[in-house]
């Protein structure tokens, strides 16, 4: 990949962290960790990956996003705003009584919000029905779904993904963000899955493992998916639960966390010197 675009999806990632952050801070805590995993997929998804319209977050003709552990609404939102969905500003309503920013991602109330996730599982199914019914329209679109590995332990899942490649999806992207962690143990602990590679590849998707924290591996294996050959796609991304803030990826479960105004100040300190500093 060119280096000017590395470095603009780099810079991409730190913002959508620190508009995470921002959101997140302004309620007093928040699903830190999680978010902190994906923004370097976002990035490299909204980036450039995605065809999109953010002036115009219904066009019949784009791709979707299917954040299916719905908690990291945080990562979301800061890409969306980012992105100019709405204004910067509406992160500090997360959460607060007549937001559309809920703590979880809901289509009705935010721009851009493809699909209402949160109850973790159903995500997965809602993404097939909509990679099923863009095809049934005859639409070149893909839908990009994120899934968490502790959500993984959902029966729900595994009953989509056979059927997404029973039905071959190839316009589905499935995301899985090994972050090794869950809500409130380590995943290996909590109900190992064993070897998701080769797990997806027997329910019959092309599947590849990549560093996830990576916005150079991402885009490779993202552009994989751009053509379809009857197989769903699976990236199993390997990635670290508050990747970007070494702090917060050293607390072991930093699944929701408040954010101090110290640590506020620090933080986005520390993201906006990578951006000014040239390290991003
Ligand atoms: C059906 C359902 N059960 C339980 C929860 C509560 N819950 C929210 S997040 C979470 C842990 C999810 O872990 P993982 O998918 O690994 O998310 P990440 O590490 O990316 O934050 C749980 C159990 C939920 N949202 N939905
Ligand atoms: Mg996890």
Same mark, same amino acid.
């Given at each position: 990949?060119?280096?000017?675009?590395?470095?603009?999806?780099?810079?991409?990632?730190?913002?959508?962290?620190? !508009? !995470?952050?921002?959101?997140?801070?302004?309620?007093?805590?928040?699903?830190?960790?999680?978010?902190?995993?994906?923004?370097?997929?976002?990035?490299?998804?909204?980036?450039?990956?995605?065809?999109i319209d953010p002036a115009d977050p219904k066009w019949?003709?784009r /791709?979707?996003?299917?954040?299916?552990?719905?908690? !990291?609404?945080?990562?979301? @939102?800061?890409?969306?705003?980012?992105?100019?969905y709405?204004? @910067?500003?509406?992160?500090?309503?997360?959460?607060?009584?007549?937001?559309?920013?809920?703590?979880?991602?809901?289509?009705?109330?935010?721009p851009g919000v493809d699909?209402?996730?949160?109850?973790?599982?159903?995500?997965?199914?809602?993404?097939?029905?909509?990679?099923?019914?863009?095809?049934?329209? =005859?639409?070149?679109?893909?839908?990009?779904?994120?899934?968490?590995?502790?959500?993984?332990?959902?029966?729900?899942?595994?009953?989509?993904?056979?059927?997404?490649?029973?039905?071959?999806?190839?316009?589905?992207?499935?995301?899985? /963000?090994?972050?090794?962690?869950?809500?409130?143990?380590?995943?290996?602990?909590?109900?190992?899955?064993?070897?998701?590679?080769?797990?997806?590849?027997?329910?019959?998707?092309?599947?590849?493992?990549?560093?996830?924290?990576?916005?150079? !591996?991402?885009?490779?294996?993202?552009?994989?998916?751009?053509?379809?050959?009857?197989?769903?796609?699976?990236?199993?991304? /390997?990635?670290?639960?508050?990747? =970007?803030?070494?702090?917060?990826?050293?607390?072991?479960?930093?699944?929701?966390?408040?954010?101090?105004?110290?640590?506020?100040?620090?933080?986005?300190?520390?993201?906006?010197?990578?951006?000014?500093?040239?390290?991003?």
């Amino acid at each position: 990949m060119e280096e000017q675009k590395t470095r603009e999806l780099k810079e991409l990632a730190v913002r959508i962290r620190m !508009a !995470a952050v921002e959101a997140i801070h302004s309620l007093g805590s928040g699903h830190l960790g999680g978010s902190l995993s994906i923004a370097d997929v976002l990035a490299v998804l909204y980036g450039g990956e995605m065809k999109i319209d953010p002036a115009d977050p219904k066009w019949e003709g784009r /791709d979707k996003l299917v954040c299916s552990k719905g908690h !990291a609404g945080p990562a979301v @939102y800061g890409t969306l705003a980012v992105k100019g969905y709405f204004p @910067y500003e509406e992160l500090k309503t997360l959460n607060k009584p007549g937001t559309r920013l809920p703590s979880h991602c809901d289509r009705n109330k935010t721009p851009g919000v493809d699909m209402t996730t949160g109850s973790l599982g159903q995500g997965t199914s809602l993404a097939c029905g909509m990679a099923l019914g863009d095809k049934l329209k =005859g639409l070149d679109t893909r839908v990009f779904l994120i899934v968490g590995d502790g959500e993984s332990d959902e029966g729900q899942v595994w009953e989509a993904m056979a059927f997404a490649a029973a039905k071959k999806l190839d316009n589905l992207v499935v995301l899985l /963000d090994w972050n090794k962690r869950q809500l409130d143990g380590w995943t290996e602990d909590v109900f190992p899955m064993g070897d998701y590679v080769a797990k997806f590849e027997a329910f019959g998707f092309d599947t590849v493992k990549v560093p996830g924290n990576d916005v150079e !591996a991402l885009s490779a294996a993202l552009a994989r998916t751009r053509k379809g050959e009857g197989k769903p796609f699976a990236i199993v991304m /390997d990635t670290l639960k508050g990747a =970007g803030i070494p702090e917060v990826a050293e607390i072991e479960m930093n699944h929701s966390i408040p954010v101090s105004d110290e640590q506020y100040e620090r933080w986005m300190a520390q993201l906006g010197s990578e951006l000014e500093g040239g390290k991003a």
